[in-house]
């Protein structure tokens, strides 16, 4: 096939393209009636909210799920595949948010785990080891050798097995579903690069992302999707952010970040010079009620490591703490107790106890009014858990959910509603909108300012690498360097510009 | 690359350890005589825990191993004792009915969706009483034959034949198996399963199947284990190999095999076969009593298991 360039290649077949599709799980329709294609060469982004239906559009497309209307054709040819090996057979690959690997095989294992080729019954090591070597190749990457376990490999690079089990299967559809969210900088450019190789391959690339600025960069064309609906496609140079934005949730952009009057009050936490194990090495600040104090840095500046010591995770070397009336380091129980409460950023691993309900995770901190004798009488628990339910609009069949059954959006609200439900007066929040929703960020936008605004205003504690963020909500902003931690601005005094400079010189 | 064979040696570090230490403490150990129990010790431990290992890598666990190896016995006793067959069919028909108790564990498993822990808990007890219900709870005694032989001390003019053929049989398998896990599709996909399970569905790896094969194989192994046993006894025991489940399961686990699935080596579980029985057969020739000798042994299954995943935490951060 000729070299095609996304500009003109409405004039061939495209590679791939469905019609039509639509999927109901029982009562509530997922997709409706959706469409789209990609032709050969060609990066091709889908964005929408958390359950606008990318996934299930991504399963139907993978095998795992079939549509219930519709039509699929890769090449022109009708495409149905029965399950994902299946899928995988005509030519679909996915490299997924959570990496399917197993950690205890080598890369060249991983490569062709499932369909290995054989001689006499027996694997056929050579065959396997020649082919995959060829795969990784492309890579050019110093870790990735045939051999070597994938248990060994840093996450990036076990990102690029995946794409290289891809591309030994002789892939024509590449689909990536959130693929820089556990990334470094470093690997993401990676990533960006080998992307634009693939696509002189020719291989058609569906790219599903939260992060505009990445999709602005690398695709040709973009699909929303809303409710289940394709609500647009258009070639990425035609749009801009803020359509994109208004396109995905339907409203505009000013009322993403919010700031009511907000009226400072007593001091609530103050740290001098505050030094850990290895970060920070000198973090100084000061909360006040009714302000949210932002703390920006690049990953690995010391940020985490200051909450963790605060909240009593991390140990601390020197510098002295002061909490309300409380004075001294403490651990989570202790500081608990104090008032102060705090969202990991590790969601998945620490946040949350991932196979109990959403009840338990909220009231996990304070267990007790449940009932006589310690008892915990679902009743009570739930008509408590309700409420917050209701406030943060956890999209949920009910209190007894299980967590890990929610959207990445809906996980975090139930995260920060358990700081709520304890009643604390301090929240301090690591990266709490990361690789989440739009709606779901807006959501936890409106009620951040509520916190820190009306008759009891609480004290916030934010980080985040996400810098219009800490800029549209924030009243000051910090940034943590090398471990060093800048004096806080105030947010009118400052702008992108000032802040990118702190973290990086 | 000289780290990694180091880690692979660590069980006959450990092996070579325990066994100076009773050198130490009695040359005795070192007799031919003693040498030669401590291999047909091993073996019906050693074989039940090639088929452990299997299951042990595929994130599983079988608690009825036990239960199968008296049930074998008692089976292969009663073919040959009641219906008159010639041993080998017993033989045969011992191991085959371990291999079907197995199956029976491995259809629940990965049909029903079952634990494997509550599954084979389940069965330990079935297969127990089945056993004690076919030969009435009494041993059944049988004629001499071959089969007697199996683990018996090799007579003085086959002495070149160094262990008794039941260790040559559990060699080969080893031999087999380890090499079936390297080398055969089937031996990887076991890892794979047993390390990341959606990741094997995922590649189309036919995940129930592949269970129901390896539970299969581990009663199989545990059938032939309750042959030896039988053979050593000359006798079907419905009421032996109690709690020997256990025994096998540390075997597995001193060699490097993980609860959490995906690490095993058949190797490693045979070495950790031989350092209970090295314990074992050391603390009798000190005239220790038992208490001691149990005492002994599960310090150093803890031991064994802490020094394993210290050595993991340093070279492995499997995220």
């Known amino acids: 096939m000729a070299e095609v360039s996304s500009g003109n290649s409405k004039s061939v077949t495209p590679r791939f393209s469905m019609s039509g599709i639509c999927k109901t799980f029982g009562a509530t329709t997922a997709l409706d009636n959706v469409g789209f294609e990609v032709f050969p060469g060609e990066v091709h982004a889908l964005v929408g909210e958390n359950g606008a239906g990318k996934s299930t559009l991504m399963k139907i497309l993978s095998g795992a799920i079939k549509a219930d209307k519709g039509e699929m054709f890769i090449d022109g040819l009708s495409f149905k595949p029965s399950n994902p090996l299946d899928a995988r057979r005509y030519g679909i690959g996915m490299i997924y948010q959570e990496l399917s690997l197993v950690l205890h095989l080598t890369v060249e294992e991983n490569i062709f785990l499932g369909v290995e080729p054989l001689k006499f019954g027996l694997l056929n090591r050579d065959e396997i080891h020649k082919r995959s070597k060829k795969a990784i190749n492309i890579f050019n990457h110093p870790e990735i050798m045939p051999n070597t376990r994938v248990a060994d490999l840093s996450i990036g690079a076990r990102q690029l097995v995946e794409i290289g089990r891809a591309l030994a299967a002789g892939v024509k559809i590449l689909i990536f579903d959130e693929p820089t969210s556990s990334l470094s900088q470093h690997d993401a450019e990676r990533l960006f690069e080998l992307i634009g190789r693939l696509k002189k391959q020719n291989i058609a690339i569906v790219y599903i992302s939260h992060f505009l600025e990445e999709i602005n960069r690398i695709s040709d064309r973009i699909t929303i999707l809303r409710d289940g609906k394709s609500v647009s496609t258009n070639k990425v140079s035609d749009v801009n952010e803020d359509d994109i934005i208004k396109m995905m949730i339907g409203r505009d952009v000013e009322d993403i970040y919010v700031r009511s009057t907000r009226k400072r009050g007593e001091l609530l936490l103050k740290t001098e010079n505050i030094k850990g194990e290895l970060n920070p090495e000198s973090a100084s600040i000061e909360l006040y009620r009714g302000e949210i104090l932002g703390i920006f840095g690049l990953v690995g500046a010391g940020r985490t490591e200051f909450l963790r010591i605060l909240f009593g995770l991390d140990e601390i070397k020197s510098g002295t703490i002061r909490i309300k009336s409380y004075s001294g380091y403490g651990l989570p129980v202790a500081r608990w107790k104090q008032g102060i409460g705090y969202v990991s950023e590790n969601r998945k691993e620490e946040g949350l106890a991932l196979d109990m309900n959403i009840a338990d995770n909220i009231t996990l901190s304070k267990y007790e009014n449940f009932g006589h004798f310690g008892m915990i009488l679902k009743k009570n628990q739930y008509s408590a858990v309700e409420d917050m339910i209701k406030y943060f609009d956890i999209r949920c069949s009910g209190p007894g959910q299980s967590i890990k059954d929610l959207s990445g959006g809906n996980q975090q609200k139930a995260a920060l509603s358990r700081l709520l439900y304890h009643d604390v007066d301090i929240l301090l929040l690591d990266e709490p909108t990361r690789g989440i929703d739009v709606g779901s960020k807006t959501k936890i936008y409106h009620i951040l300012d509520n916190l820190v605004s009306g008759n009891n205003p609480k004290g916030i504690i934010l980080i985040s690498s996400y810098l219009p963020e800490l800029l549209g909500i924030c009243d000051r902003i910090a940034v943590m360097s090398q471990g060093k931690l800048s004096d806080s601005m105030e947010v009118s005094n400052t702008d992108e510009h000032k802040i990118m400079q702190l973290a990086i010189g | ?319």
């Open chain 2, 1 to 319: 690359m000289i780290k990694k064979y180091l880690n692979k040696l660590g069980p006959f570090f450990a092996l070579f350890l325990v066994y100076i230490f009773f050198v130490i403490l009695n040359s005795k150990i070192t007799s031919f005589a003693a040498l030669e129990t401590m291999v047909q010790q091993s073996v019906i431990v050693g074989i039940a825990a090639i088929g452990m290992t299997l299951v042990i890598i595929s994130g599983g666990i079988d608690l009825s191993a036990g239960s199968i190896i008296a049930f074998a016995s008692v089976v292969v006793a009663a073919l040959m004792q009641f219906l008159g067959w010639p041993p080998y069919l017993a033989a045969i028909g011992g191991i085959l009915s371990g291999a079907l108790w197995g199956m029976m564990n491995g259809l629940l498993i990965s049909r029903f969706k079952l634990v494997p822990f509550i599954v084979t808990l389940g069965s330990l007890l079935v297969v127990r009483g089945f056993a004690k219900g076919i030969a009435k709870s009494m041993p059944i005694n049988v004629e001499p034959s071959w089969m007697s032989d199996l683990l018996a001390s090799l007579p003085v003019g086959q002495k070149w034949m160094l262990f008794p053929p039941g260790a040559w049989i559990m060699i080969v398998l080893a031999i087999l198996i380890a090499g079936m896990l390297k080398y055969m599709r089937i031996g990887r996909h076991i890892v794979a399963i047993g390390s990341n399970e959606e990741t094997a569905r995922l590649c189309g790896i036919a995940v129930e199947k592949v269970k129901v094969i390896v539970y299969s194989l581990a009663g199989a192994f545990a059938g032939l284990a309750g042959l030896m046993m039988m053979s050593y006894q000359e006798q079907g025991d419905p009421t032996g190999a109690v709690g020997l489940e256990l025994d096998v399961i540390a075997a597995v686990v001193i060699g490097g095999g993980s609860l959490s699935g995906g690490e095993g080596s058949v190797l490693g579980s045979l070495i950790g076969a031989m350092i209970m029985t090295v314990i074992r057969t050391g603390s009798q020739l000190n005239g220790w009593p038992t208490w001691v000798t149990q005492v002994v042994t599960g310090i150093v299954i803890v031991i064994a298991v802490a020094v394993d995943r210290y050595r993991h935490m340093k070279t492995v951060q499997a995220g």
